[in-house]
């Protein structure tokens, strides 16, 4: 799977807004300042994250970008599917509508399970764990794994 930049800003603008407990609305261009994400791109991403429902905006002078929904309640894959679509896709198509000839029809598998695979991580992991830095056990025994660490 390819993060995409805009998964990576959404998620990085997201975590910045759990971080905060004065439950005060935060302006894009601070969360852009504080997270190095260029400001038009992230207008886009908030706006993605808004029609989903994750963030809202206030206007105003004191105006700015809150959550929407409680940090514990918002995993990666809600985010990643805000902004990006299904976690995994091909060619624009969910897994499970994908038909192939019977001698490839053994890949729709493979896709099936690495949506799954996937799908172990990115919903057990919430803004709230990220923003306090403490991520699930079986996520972080994921990484203790020397291979994990290693490109392939």
Known sequence: MRVSAKSDYALRALIEMAGRTDGVPVSAEELGRLQGIPHGFLQAILADLRRAGVVVSQRGQSGGWRLNRE???VSV???IRAVDGPLVSVYGLRPESVSYNESAAVLQHVWIAARSSLRDVFEQVTLRQMADGKLPKAV???????DAWQPH
């Open 71 to 73: 940090p514990e309640e």
């Open 77 to 79: 894959a809600d985010v």
């Open 140 to 146: 972080t025994s994921r990484t203790g794994d020397e």
